[in-house]
């Protein structure tokens, strides 16, 4: 089975920063796009960035020019590094994982618990 263990979110002053991680895991499972969603009461949960294995990113147009994704493939491992953050920013995010098993040919989405985003004003 695959398990995620994010880590990283807090709470932190409007303009201030913070960097999550996401360590992912499975016995015979590759992992192709690594991600990170936001969901904030009341909302769907939505796209904040993602990564392929091979590099390529994509952005939310909130999180264009302050939040940068990046990816440790030899440890399938994710961070968001979140800058200038605002209390529009606030949610719970969510770390996703597309994994493929070895003896299968389909690719399944997989999520973290969760970890906590607050910004004050």
């Known amino acids: 089975q695959v398990q995620l263990v994010e880590s990283g979110g807090g709470l932190v002053q409007a303009g201030g920063s913070l960097r999550l991680s996401c360590a992912a895991s499975g016995r015979g499972f590759s992992f192709n796009a690594m991600g990170w969603y936001r969901q904030a009461p009341g909302n769907q949960r939505e796209l904040v960035a993602l990564t392929t294995s091979g590099g390529t990113t994509m952005y939310a147009d909130s999180a264009k020019g302050r939040f940068t994704i990046s990816r440790d493939n030899a440890k399938n491992t994710v961070f968001l590094q979140m800058n200038s953050l605002k209390p529009e920013d606030t949610g719970a995010y969510y770390c996703?994982?597309?994994?493929?098993?070895?003896?299968?040919?389909?690719?399944?989405?997989?999520w973290g618990q969760g970890t906590q985003v607050t910004v004050s004003s």
């Open positions: 996703n994982a597309r994994a493929r098993h070895l003896f299968s040919e389909r690719e399944r989405d997989y």
